[in-house]
């Protein structure tokens, strides 16, 4: 049997500005079993939690498109590479997904990852974007054991630093304690902008938000406030280069 593919959340906007949200949903699809503890849909490793909100509020602060992911990453990581060994994930963060062990990949692409990614690509052939900004939250803390993460935002890069280095010093300079590729390093992470936008020469960056700091409306209205004139600032500030190519 056929089943239809899993199609994104799109949201029009006229601006140049590409928002996208990998990990927006914690949603497992009907004829998918994880077989865990339906509690964990809840936890940083289902979703990122708050990032759906932050960017809709965004998208519409800034007249701008957004994509956002409609399953959750537990079913299949839609910023993983498809030969990459979590784009299915057996375990996360030391909790078991038993029902990701005889998961059929190709089936999982087809569906879930391939659709999320046409859709990017179709919406950058529509229109080129001057920047892509991706948008995710991290936890405070691994579950597994990790340092205490001090930073409200992270903006994470590969080799383009074009628009991630105007984001940082931005991000500082309105008082934000900002991490430079941290929690993690987008040299190491970096699936869903370098194919979209670094294999495009189009400016990019991810931002990471600690995820306590908007894990409810208000906190998520807070944050997309503070970040709208600082991204409007930079889509401004980069649109003549990224016009060139350069």
């Not at 699809?29 to 940083?44: C, E, R, S, V």
């Not at 289902?46 to 519409?60: H, K, M, P, Q, S």
């Not at 940082?168 to 304690?177: F, H, P, Q, S, V």
Request: some cysteine.
């Amino acid at each position: 049997m056929t089943v239809a593919p899993h199609q994104p959340e799109l949201i029009a906007g006229d601006s140049d500005l590409l928002l996208l949200c990998d990990h927006a949903s914690a949603a497992v699809p009907p004829g998918i079993d994880l077989q865990i503890d339906p509690a964990l849909l809840g936890k940083h490793i289902a979703i990122d939690i708050g990032a759906a909100a932050v960017t809709r509020r965004l998208a519409e602060a800034l007249d701008a498109p957004a994509i956002l992911a409609t399953v959750s990453r537990l079913v299949i990581d839609l910023h993983r590479e498809p030969d990459h060994p979590g784009l299915i994930p057996p375990t996360s963060d030391g909790h078991a997904i038993p029902g990701n062990e005889k998961a059929d990949r190709l089936d999982r692409i087809a569906r879930f990852h391939a659709p999320y990614h046409a859709a990017i690509a179709a919406r950058i052939k529509a229109r080129r974007p001057c920047l892509i900004i991706a948008i995710h939250s991290f936890t405070p803390a691994l579950e597994t054991g990790s340092a205490p993460r001090p930073w409200e935002i992270g903006i994470l890069y590969n080799r383009d630093t074009r628009a991630a280095r105007l984001a940082i010093d931005a991000l500082e300079a309105a008082g934000i304690i900002t991490g430079d590729n941290e929690p993690y390093s987008g040299r190491h992470l970096n699936t869903t902008l370098n194919r979209h936008g670094e294999a495009n020469g189009i400016p990019s960056f991810a931002i990471e938000i600690r995820n306590d700091l908007i894990g409810d409306d208000g906190g998520a209205a807070r944050w997309a406030d503070r970040l709208a004139p600082i991204l409007r600032d930079l889509r401004n500030r980069l649109a003549p280069s990224a016009a060139l190519g350069t």
